[in-house]
């Protein structure tokens, strides 16, 4: 995954090529979030994929790593 090779340290789920979560869940709003490690979430992404503020949101990564 992207994850590897971005060296990405931070725990990251990702869903399985079956489609599982889409199937139990419905596919859409898609939502990004950012989890520290002590488990509280850091950022709510809106409703994406056409709310996701990028920039926020790797904003909010950074910070979450430093």
């Known amino acids: 995954s992207c994850t590897v090779g971005l060296?990405?340290?931070?725990?990251t789920l990702i869903e399985g090529i079956d489609n599982g979560i889409d199937?139990?869940?419905?596919?859409?709003?898609?939502?990004q979030y950012v989890r520290g490690k002590d488990g509280v979430v850091t950022y709510h992404g809106g409703a994406g994929p056409h709310f996701l503020?990028?920039?926020d949101w790797s904003e909010a990564i950074k910070s979450t790593i430093s």
């Open 7 to 11: 060296q990405i340290q931070l725990p």
């Open 53 to 55: 503020d990028l920039d």
């Open 23 to 31: 199937d139990a869940y419905g596919p859409a709003p898609v939502r």
